[in-house]
T-cell receptor, first 115, second 112 residues
């Protein structure tokens, strides 16, 4: 199993450009998440999904959009990039609600710079 | 507001000593607690999880949970330089769509 795969690893955007961060998992996990991590800060939840066709906002959703057309894929879309979106983005997945031992499995992250 | 608090450190311990990392959380509905280790420039990796009051041991690591005090800790015995990293505490609540709330992390340095 590859686990959670994110692409690209690095990206530089100009202000106002758009891009999609790709995330796919091969563990048949129901739950998928997008986090951002700024220097010295914890992980902040952007969006999450409890299954195909269902998405919901997290703590910091403004400026982002997501879709979940399949169990495996959970892309994150930035429509009008702003410097405040410079961050490291992590995609994660977990297996089962109601289970006490369903940890998050993280991808390797995407380092995004908006200038 | 659901909050997870950690001392940001940095925490420095000599090699072979016990490192103690602490985490408090605000929501009594929290049900599962996870410790992740994150090396600089890398993604978080799971160390261990706990959901029952008391201690849980896994090798050199021990997680301790006290739900009445809303407190979870991680002890690292016989600390090694390779343990130098940021340790993230995460709290999971099932009735919020299985969301995980993270602390800001504690930076640990093990001095050889």
């Amino acid at each position: 199993n590859a686990g959670v795969t994110q692409t690209p690893k690095f990206r530089i955007l100009k202000i106002g450009q758009s891009m999609t961060l790709q995330c796919t998992q091969d563990m048949n996990h129901n739950y998928m998440y997008w986090y951002r991590q700024d220097p010295g800060m914890g992980l902040k939840l952007i969006y999450y999904s409890v299954g195909a066709g269902i998405t919901d906002k997290g703590e910091v959703p403004n400026g982002y959009n997501v879709s979940r057309s399949t169990t495996e894929d959970f892309p994150l879309r930035l429509e009008l990039a702003a410097p405040s979106q410079t961050s490291v983005y992590f995609c994660a997945s977990s297996y089962d609600q109601g289970s006490n031992n369903s940890p998050l499995h993280f991808g390797n992250g995407t380092r995004l710079t908006v200038t | 507001q659901k909050e997870v608090e950690q001392n940001s450190g940095p925490l420095s311990v000599p090699e072979g000593a016990i490192a103690s990392l602490n985490c408090t959380y605000s929501d009594r509905g929290s049900q599962s607690f996870f410790w992740y280790r994150q090396y600089s420039g890398k993604s978080p990796e799971l160390i261990m999880f706990i959901y029952s009051n008391g201690d849980k041991e896994d090798g050199r690591f021990t997680a301790q949970l006290n739900k009445a005090s809303q407190y979870v800790s991680l002890l690292i015995r016989d600390s090694q330089p390779s343990d130098s990293a940021t340790y993230l505490c995460a709290v999971n609540m099932f009735d919020t769509g299985n969301q995980f709330y993270f602390g800001t992390g504690t930076s640990l340095t093990v001095i050889p």
